[in-house]
């Protein structure tokens, strides 16, 4: 393509992965997991190394990621586990605004494959006019339920090679006519992993000692009887190897970019959905691998590369605090679209940092997460946990005590740092929360969502 037939607008190419903790990758300080492509990404944009997502399980954190508003604002509190399909499909994020719109609105052909999990998945939705879509949230890897054409099908080969096809193709029919927006979501690495992956990504962890993934003693909170079993050696192989499987076809996104002229214009980002604990700590899972609901920054914490060379500094690491519900105003912000909603929503654009411009005001910044009735406040140097109603509670100096080892909520000493956070929570939340659907509310325990959350359910049983 040549210059002239370029837009005037970044094309996005969002690449999204499903249940992969940040420290899942080579370009994050992992020396086991081999990641060349995502390395590659890194190398050549901004890596930040304190994102958050909005909440610590798949649904939540994608609605937020797409509308720039909190749980309590738009009513997914849970994965969801009833109305992807059939007679009594649910559009959860009916009525409000995602990005996406604000993107198909200015002129952007607006794409989607791979994992939605949003809500009535046979219904393109939120100004996506491609739509392959995963039928709900997660199968294994092969036969996988899928969404082409408006029909459903099941797809017989490696569901990540098949959702990577899908974009490619995607990518071929731009013709530069119109900037494009691409979601290329994974459905890995997201359990099942026995039996579940090429054996030539498995073969690669066969002699691996897994030092990154210590397994330590049962978590007292863990989910007891997990349904992937308790070979945590087999697990982990299958775990790497769908890292590893998924990074050889971000490969192959990259390089059809470069190959059609495409890489200096066009925003390349990288994230995953929530974070993902691989015996950390004690358990497997994410925010809903312990019962009560964890906030450990294993399960909060999600890999974040923005990348579009000539543009944003190549090769740099930011340390500053940002959320998922950043993301919509920082994107908008980077294209340079106002959103005029923006007032109500918590997120801040953080796109000064992209372009390499450190700014005093995102120092002072503080993460705000919530699962359900469970409420986390953190800043670089502390975080407070409030369970509604009745707790446990906690609190961890991160500066002397990065892993979360000893909870200081019933020290004496540090009463008024207790006091100070669960003010900055509480202010925070009463700013932001639709009244209508708050999540302290209601009784989510991490089995999935059922219906509306709120009035909007009509009083049905909304989760699991």
Partial sequence: MTTAQRTNKPNVVFILSDDQGAWAMGCAGNREIQTPHLDRLAATGMRFDNFFCASPVCS??????????????????????????????????????????????NGYVCGLSGKWHLGDSMTPQKGFVHWFVHQSGGSPYYNAPMIRDGQTVVEPEYVTDVITDDALQFLDRMDGAQ??????????PHSPWIGNHPELFVALYDDCPFESCPQEPAHPWAIPNPPWGTDWRENLKGYFAAVTAMDAQIGRLLDKLEEKGLREDTLVVFMGDNGFSCGQHGFWGKG???????????????????????????????????????????????????????????????????????????????????YGPVRMVRT???????????????LYHLAADPDERRNLIDDPLYR?????????????????????????REPVRGGGQLSLAGPAGKGKQAFS
């Fill in 416 to 440: 008024e740092q207790v006091e100070l956070l669960k003010g900055e929570l509480d202010d925070w939340f009463v700013r932001y929360v639709d009244l209508n659907l708050d999540g302290v």
């Fill in 179 to 188: 900037p494009f927006y691409l979601s290329v979501h994974y459905t890995a």
């Fill in 288 to 370: 809903n691998g312990t019962f009560p609901l964890n906030m450990y920054d294993s399960s909060v914490k999600v890999p974040a590369i923005f990348s579009q060379p000539g543009t944003i500094p190549q090769g740099t690491v930011c340390s500053a605090l940002v959320s998922g519900y950043d993301f919509m105003p920082t994107l908008l912000d980077y294209l340079g679209f106002e959103h005029e909603g923006s007032a109500a929503l918590p997120g801040r654009s953080c796109a000064a940092l992209l372009l390499g411009k450190e700014t005093a005001e995102r120092d002072r910044v503080f993460i705000c997460d919530e």
């Fill in 380 to 394: 670089q140097e502390w975080k407070y946990v409030h369970r509604y109603p009745y707790g446990p509670h906690e």
């Fill in 60 to 105: 939540p954190a994608r609605a937020s990621l797409l509308t720039g508003r909190i749980p309590s604002q738009h009513g997914v509190h849970d994965w969801i586990r009833q109305g992807n399909m059939g007679d009594g499909s649910i559009r959860y994020l009916e009525g409000q605004i995602g990005y996406t719109d604000i993107l198909a609105d």
